[in-house]
Nanobody
């Protein structure tokens, strides 16, 4: 079991930046895929970004590509989401999650992720 705690959310204006952090504790962090998802009010949870356990390859939703960057620090058991040029439509609760490190590419759907944090709110005003 992995425990995840997100931080770094807040209220910002459009065009600003935020950096979300997710601290993990528990079993072998370095062999887990890591992902960020978000859920806006009245909408389903959606994929944002993911990073693999193996070679650090990353993947992003089209809506955030070029603006968001996911990274991980295995020595600190941390995963980050740097969010630049934020837009009002980025407003959501952001969750980090872990998935077993099967395969080289990190999953882009929520089903394989079996540990989730409690979420952190990001609000972007126009």
């Amino acid at each position: 079991q992995v425990q995840l705690v997100e931080s770094g959310g807040g209220l910002v204006q459009a065009g600003d930046s935020l950096r979300l952090s997710c601290a993990a504790s528990g079993r072998a962090f370095s062999v887990l895929h890591l992902g960020w998802f978000r859920q806006a009010p009245g909408k389903e949870r959606e994929f944002v970004a993911a990073i693999s356990w193996s070679d650090g390859r990353t993947d992003y939703a089209d809506s955030v590509k070029g603006r968001f960057t996911i990274s991980r620090d295995n020595a600190k058991n941390m995963v980050y989401l740097q969010m630049n040029r934020l837009k009002p439509e980025d407003t959501a609760v952001y969750y980090c999650a872990t998935a077993p490190g099967m395969g080289w590419a990190p999953p882009k759907v929520s089903a394989p992720y079996d540990n989730w944090g409690q979420g952190t709110q990001v609000t972007v005003s126009s």
